[in-house]
């Protein structure tokens, strides 16, 4: 079904994530098991499918129906964006001549307000010296939310920032983002004074393996999402009650407080790196809950 064709070309033309390239895979050989399944129960059973030619858009709004019984629509569209990625792909190749994907409605989306913590409780914290400790892993640990909550970058980009990334004389650090693009945040002083501190620490540990990556484990390895995930969880925890408590929650925060602060949307987008502007005005919708709720408390006829 030309998926290796397929996939060559989202990683080396388009230059994808690796995260990105195995989650078009696995879409798509979720998709093509969905088609050729001898254990479906729609009586004739279907003839096996061995060309992309042959699939219609009848094969892929039955698989959305099967997928919305176990995903969630965000889920959902996101499978049938692979596929029409897939199929524009394969038409631009002259494999197929028409686009099966191109016909299929995307499921409608319950739009959430993004979760965000209080900031004033989460600057308490990083301002309580007994909170982290002085050592490297305390130290460690802190810098992570203060990264996370004063710049605004993804898990994935913390996860990839290297110590050469940081520009002391300049305050600011080099992300490397989405479709590797690179984008420059400024530091603030805590935060500056904070890596040096860190910087410091990571040294005088002595780790045999001298990773370039800025953020290491206690062994001094690169770390790995779920590290930092759970290292996020465990401080958020303390200061709120919350089921969901995920880094992305800090960059959710890092934006509604400048939101809230006056800052312009256009440069909230570039600090977060959005393509987009439509996808940072989310964060407008907070900021007019948030009015809401103080015009409730102030206002004698709220």
């Given amino acids: 079904m030309f998926l290796e064709r397929f996939i060559q070309y989202i990683q080396y033309e388009k230059r994808y994530s690796p995260h990105t390239v195995s989650a078009y895979q696995s879409d798509l050989e979720q998709f093509f098991t969905f088609l050729n399944n001898p254990g479906r129960t729609d009586p ?6 061995t060309h992309p030619s042959e699939v219609t858009y009848h094969h892929i709004r039955n698989w959305m129906v099967h997928l919305m019984e176990d995903h969630t629509a965000r889920s959902v569209n996101r499978k049938l964006a692979t596929l029409r990625k897939y199929f524009k792909f394969l038409l631009r190749e002259s494999l197929i001549t028409g686009n099966p994907a191109s016909k299929v409605q995307s499921p409608k989306i319950v739009k959430h307000l993004p979760i965000v913590v209080e900031d004033e409780k989460l600057n308490a914290m990083l301002n309580d010296a007994t909170a982290f400790g002085d050592k490297f892993e305390g130290v460690r640990d802190k810098l992570i939310i203060e990264i996370l909550f004063g710049t605004g970058i993804r898990l994935a980009e913390l996860v990839g920032l290297k110590e050469e990334g940081v520009d002391f004389h300049n305050g600011t ?18 935060l500056k ?5 860190y910087s410091e620490l990571k040294k005088s540990e002595n780790f045999h393996n001298n990773s370039l990556t800025l953020i290491v484990t206690n062994k001094g390895t690169e770390a790995y999402p779920k590290f930092i995930y759970l290292i996020v969880q465990r401080y958020l925890s303390y200061i709120s009650t919350q089921d969901k408590k995920s880094p992305h929650v800090l960059r959710h925060t890092f934006a509604t407080s400048l939101l809230n602060r006056g800052a312009d949307l256009n440069a909230i ?5 959005h393509a987009n502007l439509s996808a940072t005005q989310v964060y407008t919708h907070n900021s007019v809950e948030r009015l809401k709720s103080i015009y409730k408390q102030a206002h004698p006829k709220a």
Wanted: charged share 30%.
């Fill in 269 to 273: 987008k570039e600090l977060l790196g």
């Fill in 193 to 197: 004074q904070l890596l040096v501190r």
């Fill in 44 to 49: 004739p059973p279907p003839p096996e499918i």
């Fill in 173 to 190: 650090i080099k992300v490397l983002g989405k479709r590797n693009k690179e984008r420059i945040i400024p530091i603030n002083q805590e």
